[in-house]
C-alpha cells in the first residue's frame, strides 16, 4: 500500500458503525424475487377492460405472488391540487365560487373560455392545469421540448391514470412535519414507515432491493433496515471513500477503493451479528449495482432533465430515471421491489403562486411540467420493456392541499382535502376516470381547504391488497392499523370496484 493512501485511510477513521451509516448512501442491500406494487383495479386479469383502452388494453399475466413495483412519490410541500384538477363545471355553484370569489386572480381559466392557455376538459367536470397536459394535441405550449408528449392528459386518455380527489390524512394538522409523518407512517406513534410495516408483513428479505432514489431514506420505509439512498447513477459510489479529496495524485481511485475494500473485508467476517450482517449485504449489492449504474442509461423517452425549466434542479427526472434504469437492469437475483421519490422545487405556495403565465411568474407551471412530465416520461420508459408493462404502479401524494381560497399574497395558505394519483399501465389501474366523493366548494374543510371525504390509505389498502398480496387482515392489523378495511369491494362509494364485478355493479362516481 502506499503511503499517501496509507494517510488518506487513516485521516478517515473509519469503522464499522460509520460504514453502516454510509451504507444508506450507496447501495441497496442483496434481494429475492417478487415484489413491487401495482394497481388500482384489484382486478381479475384474465378479464380484458377494453373502455377508453383499445389495444392497450391487453390483460397481463400477474408476476409471481401478484407483487409488482412500487414506485412512492411524495410531493412535500402542499401541491395545490385544486389548481391541477380543476372543477370548473362540477356544479354552477362551484364555477361561480371559483372564477369570481374564492380564486378571482388565482383560477385556471375554464377549457370553454377563450384564453390561449387554459384547462384542458377531462370527462365534462374537471379539467387538468395545460401544464399538465403539455404534448397533447391543441395544447398551447410555451418553452416546447421533446419531452412533451402529453403529460398526465395522455396518461388519463389512454387508461392509465386514475385520480381519485378529496383525498387526505385523518392525522391532518397545520403542520408540514407533522402531517408529512402522519403521511408516511400512516397514522400517529407509528415508530415506522407504511411501507415498512407492509414489508414486513410480508416477511420479505431484508436483503431484498429497496430504494429511495434521493439523498436520504424517507419516514415511508422507516425501520426497514435493507433500504438505501441512491441519488442518481452520477453519484453512485463508496461512501467510505473520501473523493472531495482525492485529486489522484499518484495513486488511482480505482486503487485506493480496492485496498480500503481489502480492510474492510475482514471486518464484517468476524461473526455473524446485525453489524457484520449488514456489511457484508452492503458490500454485496455494491458489487452487484456498481456495474449498472456506472453504465450510461439510454431511456426509451426524453426525460425532463433541464435545469432552466425544471425548479428543483432536475432532480426529480434523474430520480424517475435512476429507478427505470435500476428495474429494467432484470437482476435474476434480486430485481427492484420498492422506489421512493420525494418531489421538492417549492411547492410550498403561500404567495406568487403562478397560474398559466410563463412569461412572468412561471412558478406554479414549472412545478407542474416537472412533476407531469416526468411521470409519463417514467412510464413510456418502463412500458417500452414488455416485461414491465402492467406491472408497476406510481402512488403520487401530497401531505395536504391548499386553502380553497387565495391570499393576499396571490398564494394559497395550507389547506386539507388533495389529490391522489395512481398511475399504471396495461390494463392494471383502472384508469381514465376521476373517483371520490367530491364535496362541493360550498363547504369548506380543516383549514378552510377541501373537506376530506376519503381516507388515503383506504386507496392504498386496496392497491396493497389487489396487487401487492397482502391480505384483508394483514392490512387491518399490521400495516395500516384500526383502518376499516373491508377488501375489494371497499371502495365501492367511490367506484373502484375490480374490472371482474364492475359491469355487474355499475357503482357511479359521485360529483
Known amino acids: ?81 385544486l389548481n391541477v384538477l380543476v372543477p370548473f363545471n362540477t356544479s354552477p355553484a362551484d364555477r361561480s365560487s371559483y372564477y369570481n370569489t374564492l380564486r378571482p386572480t388565482l383560477n385556471i381559466p375554464a ?47 389512454r387508461g392509465d391514470l386514475a385520480v381519485v380527489d378529496g383525498c387526505g390524512s385523518p392525522d391532518i394538522t397545520g403542520s408540514h412535519f407533522d402531517t408529512e409523518l ?17 414489508l414486513q408483513a410480508m416477511n420479505t428479505d431484508p436483503k431484498a432491493l429497496v430504494v429511495a432514489a434521493q439523498g436520504n431514506i424517507p419516514p415511508s420505509l422507516m425501520e426497514w433496515y ?8 452520477e453519484k453512485f459510489g463508496a461512501s467510505w471513500h473520501p473523493w472531495a479529496e482525492y485529486k489522484g495524485a499518484g495513486s488511482s481511485k480505482i486503487d485506493l477503493i480496492a485496498q480500503q475494500r481489502a480492510l474492510l473485508e475482514p471486518m464484517f467476517n468476524r ?34 432533465i433541464d435545469t432552466e425549466i425544471t425548479p428543483d434542479y432536475a432532480h426529480f427526472g434523474h430520480s424517475m430515471m435512476t429507478i427505470a434504469q ?33 412569461g412572468g411568474n412561471a412558478r406554479f407551471p414549472k412545478l407542474l411540467t416537472n412533476l407531469s412530465t416526468n411521470l409519463k416520461a417514467f412510464c413510456d420508459d418502463m412500458n417500452a420493456d414488455p416485461a414491465w408493462r402492467g406491472h408497476y404502479t406510481v402512488v403520487v401524494v ?11 399574497s396571490s398564494g394559497c395558505d395550507h389547506g386539507a382535502g388533495n389529490l391522489l394519483l395512481l398511475i399504471g399501465s396495461g390494463g392494471n389501474v383502472n384508469g381514465g376516470k376521476v373517483y371520490g366523493n367530491w364535496p362541493g366548494l360550498q363547504t369548506m374543510g380543516f383549514n378552510d381547504g377541501l373537506p376530506i371525504t376519503t381516507d388515503y390509505r383506504t386507496v392504498l389498502a386496496d392497491v ?26 371497499g371502495y365501492t362509494d367511490l367506484g373502484l370496484l375490480s374490472k371482474a364485478t364492475a359491469t355487474a355493479t355499475a357503482t357511479a362516481v359521485s360529483v
Not at 398 to 408: H, T
Open 326 to 358: 435500476l428495474a429494467k437492469a432484470n437482476l435474476a437475483t434480486n430485481p427492484l421491489r420498492v422506489a421512493c421519490v420525494d418531489v421538492g422545487g417549492g411547492w410550498d405556495t403561500h404567495d406568487n403562486e403562478g397560474t398559466v403565465d410563463w
Open 1 to 81: 500500500m502506499s503511503k499517501w493512501a496509507s494517510q488518506q485511510i487513516q485521516k478517515f477513521h473509519m469503522n464499522r458503525r460509520d460504514f453502516l451509516k454510509g451504507c444508506a448512501g450507496f447501495s441497496a442491500l442483496a434481494a429475492a424475487r417478487g415484489f413491487g406494487i401495482s394497481n388500482l383495479v384489484f382486478a381479475d386479469t384474465a378479464v380484458a377492460d377494453t373502455n377508453a383502452r383499445g389495444s392497450q388494453a391487453a390483460p397481463q399475466t400477474p408476476p409471481p405472488g401478484n407483487r409488482d413495483l412500487l414506485v412512492f412519490v411524495f410531493v412535500r410541500g402542499g401541491m395545490d391540487g
Open 182 to 198: 402522519y403521511v408516511d407512517q400512516a397514522g400517529k406513534n407509528q415508530g415506522s414507515g407504511w411501507i415498512t410495516r407492509y
Open 464 to 489: 396493497l391488497h389487489g396487487r401487492m398480496g397482502a391480505t384483508v387482515d394483514q392490512i387491518k392489523t399490521k400495516v395500516f392499523p384500526g383502518l376499516n378495511f373491508g377488501g375489494p369491494l
Open 226 to 233: 435493507g433500504s438505501s439512498a441512491i441519488p442518481d447513477p
Open 271 to 304: 461473526g455473524a451479528d446485525f453489524v457484520e450482517g449488514q456489511g457484508k449485504n452492503a458490500l454485496t449489492t455494491f458489487d452487484m449495482l456498481s456495474p449498472i449504474l456506472k453504465t450510461a442509461y439510454v431511456p426509451a423517452v426524453k426525460y425532463l
Open 111 to 157: 377549457p370553454d373560455s377563450s384564453a390561449t392557455r387554459k384547462a384542458i376538459d377531462l370527462d365534462g367536470k374537471f379539467a387538468l392545469h395545460p401544464d399538465a397536459a403539455r404534448g397533447a394535441a391543441g395544447v398551447n405550449v410555451p418553452n416546447k421540448g421533446d419531452f412533451d408528449t402529453g403529460g398526465l392528459y395522455e396518461l388519463f386518455k
Open 398 to 408: 401530497s401531505e395536504f392541499g391548499r386553502v380553497l381560497y387565495q391570499n393576499d
